[in-house]
């Protein structure tokens, strides 16, 4: 396998997955011990930590991971190194402190990165990409600086959606936006940039509000993904994900804007809203594509492909019922069923996988 001058092989990619798989895996067991279930915990403390576990330990390391790849320089893999170690610290009982000064300097490193290719590419996606890196870095700052995960949760989902948002964008060349369309999703960068950095003080929650639901509404009006849910196969999934994955997003920002504020009940229904529905139904549709990019193996598509997307968005709906209608036992049984979507998402991708390894043999 060839890759990019400075750039390093599959052997040495796989390890850094695996550190964002075991934050994802601590993540989600703490995730369900704050529902009441009786789950294996190495420390009562993950409990606290199952955001930042989620955040940074899995998405910043993968998030990390594939930029590094982008850039094709080897110090770059020091971002999902320092990410995933610090899920590593914190899973194992160190300090808070020294999971956080790790992950804050990965942020740092994939900030960095993100800034020399935009100095490349200066178009208007990574400049995207790079404001939701400095969101990322700042929340990271913060919270190493002992402000609470509610007061920089908001600078944690910017990253993600900044970053997803960026993404897609960069796609949209092959259907290019209208000026006036570009101007819009400006004006929308503005107010999630300023909402987020406004919501550490607490102020700026319906500006972020509207910012996230006016991108929800750029996303489900100019993306491709409006014609290419009309195609088959694989093409057609990863439509559907992005497309189911907006809905959750304005779903989440008018719960947000209905609210006013980041607290109570509305603070685990938009935060779930947006960092599973939104986020998730994201990675389960790039997953075929990132997973053969970073670690070089073959994901052909398959009808069962819809079944962990289907489990993640009815156990969603679940749990968030059960919020709103102030029913517990829905709400944690919900919590459990969406930590079974995320599973079934994991032995799908490795059924995947082994399907496209016994092809390439034959």
Known sequence: MTVPSGGLGVPFRLPLLILGFVSLASGVLAGLAR??????????????????????????????????????????????LLTGLGGIAILIGFPVSIGASAMALGSAVLLTGTILITLRQRELFMVTMALGAVSWLAGN?????????PAVVALWINFLVLTIAGERLELSRFLPPSPGAKRIFKVILAALVAGGFLSVTGAGIVIYGIGLLGLALWLLR????????????????????????????????????????????????????????????????HAPIIFPAVVRVEMPYHWTFYLPLLALHASLLMRLAGSGLMLPELQSLGGLLNAAALVLFILSTVSSVIRGFRAGKN
Do not use: N
């Open 222 to 285: 100019q993306d491709v993904a409006r014609r290419t849910v009309k195609e088959q196969g694989l093409t057609r999934f990863i439509a559907v994900c992005l497309l189911s994955g907006y809905a959750w997003l304005a779903a989440g920002s008018l719960v947000l804007l209905a609210a006013g504020s980041l607290t109570g009940a509305a603070y685990d229904t938009v935060l779930h809203a947006i960092l599973i529905g939104f986020v998730f139904s994201m990675v389960f549709g």
């Open 35 to 80: 529902f009441g279930w009786e789950v294996p915990l190495p420390s009562a403390q993950l409990v606290l930590l199952h955001g930042p576990l989620m955040v940074c330990g899995f998405l910043g390391t993968v998030i990390g991971l594939e930029r590094a790849v982008a850039l094709g320089r080897r110090w770059a893999y020091a971002g999902p």
């Open 141 to 149: 700052l913060l919270w190493l600086a002992g402000a609470g995960v």
